[in-house]
């Protein structure tokens, strides 16, 4: 570990004395050069791909048809179903333009106070990295989780905290949110409280609207996609998968020890526990695509107060690492690793607030 330690410092010293403006220049540029390379790459195949198949399940769900093979929830079927009023471009073009305008949302909160140009050099970073360039052309749903956590995130407990998360988890429980949801149990209970009251009361009114044939046929889907996560042998593809899944031997070994350096991180650290718990929800997911890491936008923040040496290099070799060399574990895991406090005392130490 003092090996990995002695490595950051050599590479950090240079990144002490370019920090502020010209470390964000070197990123924005870094960044935007390699995430247009990405999206160039994708666009053919990707632009519009998970837009469609929303617009497609809500239609199926509006015929009252259970055979879509849907992962979110028939509530997220409902919530979808303006975009079958669209055609599939104008559809996919849509959810680009509403994750994009989360993005550009998040970076207006996060910089506020902060000069003009170095706002627009962190716009371009966020914009050029690789998961978020990915997730922008799928039409994916992460960085509207990504907004459902920044309420809990950002601000001290409360209840009106978890209710977006309540929300995310009525219509798309993803299973990185577990350790999240773990986080919020320590951290942020009246959050978590609230979060499972919504949760619960969304899907009562899910079943309600939508029937129970329409939950058998989405529960039945989860438990394939699990056994396909285990055995490659059903329909889902894990083509494109960056988690540890599917599990073997030696993997379940590594998956116990990411397990036990998020909780101890979580136990020990407010900042750096919410910043473990999504870097392990990536990495123990049974599936992660690229796009998932788009929610790591929400660590940046907190890492840089709690290791800002670390923080810089993992984000200066974020896009290289993640979008040309396709390495999201082993990234993920060298996060982790910044995040235990290895001689970090006890104490409660909140992520950055609103103000």
């Known amino acids: 570990m003092t090996t990995i330690s002695s490595f950051v410092d050599h590479l950090a010293i ?13 990123l924005a540029a870094m960044n935007g050069i390699t995430g247009l390379a ?45 975009l079958t009023w669209l055609s599939p471009t104008m559809a996919a073009v849509a959810m680009t333009l509403l994750g994009l ?5 998040g970076v207006t909160l996060e910089t506020r106070g902060w000069a003009f140009v170095d706002r627009v050099l962190v716009a371009v970073a966020a914009l050029g990295f690789a998961p978020v360039v990915y997730e922008l052309l799928l039409g994916q749903t992460t960085l509207l989780i990504a907004l459902a956590l920044y309420p809990a995130a950002r601000r001290t407990d409360a209840f009106r905290s978890g209710i977006p998360v309540g929300i995310v988890l009525a219509l798309a429980p993803k299973p990185l949110l577990v350790p999240v949801l773990g986080w919020m149990l320590v951290w942020r209970r009246r959050a978590l409280v609230a979060a499972l009251l919504t949760a619960l009361a969304l899907t ?40 540890l899944w599917p599990l073997d031997p030696a993997k379940i070994v590594i998956a116990a020890v990411v397990g036990v350096a998020a909780l101890w991180t979580i136990l020990r650290d407010c900042s750096r526990g919410f910043v473990a718990a999504l870097l392990a929800g990536l990495l123990l997911a049974p599936y992660t695509g690229l796009y998932a890491a788009s929610i790591l936008l929400l660590t940046v923040k907190p890492a840089v107060t709690f290791a800002p040496r670390a923080a810089r290099v993992l984000a200066l070799i ?13 990234w993920c895991a060298a996060g982790l690793v910044m995040c235990i406090p290895w001689a970090h005392r006890v104490g409660v130490r909140l992520p950055v607030r609103e103000s």
């Open 318 to 330: 974020a896009n290289p690492a993640l979008g040309l060399f396709l390495a999201l574990a082993a």
């Open 101 to 105: 305008m989360i993005l550009l949302a």
């Open 14 to 26: 240079p990144l002490e004395r370019w920090s502020g403006r010209p470390f964000l220049v070197a």
């Open 38 to 82: 990405v999206a160039v790459i994708l666009a053919p195949t990707a632009f519009g791909a998970d837009a469609g198949t929303f617009r497609h399940c809500a239609a199926f769900a509006a015929e009252g048809r259970t055979d879509c093979g849907f992962l979110e929830s028939p509530v997220f079927a409902l919530v979808a179903r303006p």
């Open 204 to 243: 009562c009114l899910g079943l309600a609207l939508m029937g129970p044939d329409q939950y058998r046929a989405w529960v039945s889907v989860l438990t394939g996609a699990g056994r396909a996560s285990v055995t490659g042998t059903l329909s889902l593809s894990l083509a494109g998968n960056f988690s």
